[in-house]
Structures are given as structure tokens and as C-alpha cells.
T-cell receptor, first 113, second 116 residues
Framework: AQTVTQSQPEMSVQEAETVTLSCTYD???????LFWYKQPPSRQMILVIR??????QNATENRFSVNFQKAAKSFSLKISDSQLGDAAMYFC??????????FGAGTILRVKS | DSGVTQTPKHLITATGQRVTLRCSPR?????VYWYQQSLDQGLQFLIQ???????AKGNILERFSAQQFPDLHSELNLSSLELGDSALYFC???????????????FGQGTRLTVV
């Protein structure tokens, strides 16, 4: 079975600085997607960014980018120019052939002004 | 707005009771997923439907059941409720795929269930 591990329960970043959230996963599948979801205090689950496993190029969405290392099964999220509104719980998620989303335990991101 | 609608937003009920949570997926999405998020915990996959058929089951209790109707909306039924069933229940939808891997899933705002 696929597993997703987020080893950082909490992270802090100063406003306008850059922070990287870590995620590793375990799978024997060759085709899959990886995602980062944001859950603010409202508890809404918001898709931040996605990465297709067969694409070597790292995905980017404005201030959010990923570092996808397929051989190492690593998928980190970099947030540049952090803003107060970025404070939330961030979940890394995997989707393979079974098509269910497998989530990591989450990382709480705190942004200091 | 993700396009996924869940009702009700909040539900308070007593132990032993039965409730039904409803989910309308995004227009065109064939797959529906249900997740449970207890306080300060991650998301636990419960069950998945694709075009009316059950596709996968996760950690869903026997007291819980779900279905997806011909119009593609889905309902999650929770019965003989216990205090420990208090949680945020999410529905998510995606385009769906017969074979291959589906793309991103979009989440509803969740139903917050409180069992007292």
C-alpha cells in the first residue's frame, strides 16, 4: 500500500521569507500524481499544486513550487514571499491507480509578522 | 468555491441516532470520495464511488454506508452514532477514470458532525 510521510509537524516562517515543507512517499506504481493541499482555520481543503509523476519539470503556481525527486520519492513544497494568509495546515497527498487520495499527517505552518 | 456542495454544514445529534450527509459533485465529475477528519487528525479515506458503483473502501465502519445516485450525488449514512464519530466529514469529487490515474480532487466545505 502507498504511504505518505510528512516529518515536520510544525514549521514557522517570517513574513516575506521562504519556507520548504517536506514530504516523502512510498509506492511501486509508475504512474501517479502528487498534490499539496492547504487547510486554513476554516477547515476548507484547498488544492495548492499538483505534480504528474511522468513530468520531470517541477510544477509552479505563483509563489508555490515543488521539488519533485522521483528516484528519492520526495516531494517538497516551497513557499516564497510568505504571507500571513499562508498560515494553515498543509497536506501532501498521493494518487495512484487505485485513485483514492492518500494523505500525509500534515504540517502546521505558522507565519510570523 | 470548489463546485462541490455538501449539506448540511453543521449537524448536532445524540448518541444512537442516524444521520445522512449529502454531497453534490462538481458538474461533470463522476467520482465521489468520502473522508473523515477527526479533531487534530489527518484525513481518513472512507469510500469511493465512480458513476454509481462502489470503487474502493477504506476505514469505513459497518455502521456507516454510502451510495451514489444516478444523478451522481452521493449520501453518507451514519447510524448508531457514538461520541467518537464526531468529526468533519468531507466529500471530494474528480473527473474519474476507468483505467489510468485520475487527476486532482476538489473538496466540499465539509459537514461538521457533533455527537452529544
Amino acid at each position: 500500500a502507498q504511504t505518505v510521510t510528512q516529518s515536520q509537524p510544525e514549521m514557522s516562517v517570517q513574513e516575506a521569507e521562504t519556507v520548504t515543507l517536506s514530504c516523502t512517499y512510498d509506492t511501486s506504481e509508475s504512474d501517479y500524481y502528487l498534490f499539496w493541499y492547504k487547510q486554513p482555520p476554516s477547515r476548507q481543503m484547498i488544492l495548492v499544486i499538483r505534480q504528474e509523476a511522468y513530468k520531470q519539470q517541477n510544477a509552479t503556481e505563483n509563489r508555490f513550487s515543488v521539488n519533485f525527486q522521483k528516484a528519492a520519492k520526495s516531494f517538497s513544497l516551497k513557499i516564497s514571499d510568505s504571507q500571513l494568509g499562508d498560515a494553515a495546515m498543509y497536506f501532501c497527498a498521493y494518487r495512484g491507480y487505485g485513485n483514492k487520495l492518500v494523505f500525509g499527517a500534515g504540517t502546521i505552518l505558522r507565519v510570523k509578522s | 468555491d470548489s463546485g462541490v456542495t455538501q449539506t448540511p454544514k453543521h449537524l448536532i445529534t445524540a448518541t444512537g441516532q442516524r444521520v445522512t450527509l449529502r454531497c453534490s459533485p462538481r458538474s461533470g465529475d463522476l467520482s465521489v470520495y468520502w473522508y473523515q477528519q477527526s479533531l487534530d487528525q489527518g484525513l481518513q479515506f472512507l469510500i469511493q464511488y465512480y458513476n454509481g458503483e462502489e470503487r474502493a473502501k477504506g476505514n469505513i465502519l459497518e455502521r456507516f454506508s454510502a451510495q451514489q445516485f444516478p444523478d451522481l450525488h452521493s449520501e453518507l449514512n451514519l447510524s448508531s452514532l457514538e461520541l467518537g464519530d464526531s468529526a468533519l466529514y468531507f466529500c471530494a469529487s474528480s473527473v474519474g477514470s476507468r483505467g489510468g490515474v485520475d487527476t486532482e480532487a476538489f473538496f466540499g466545505q465539509g459537514t461538521r458532525l457533533t455527537v452529544v
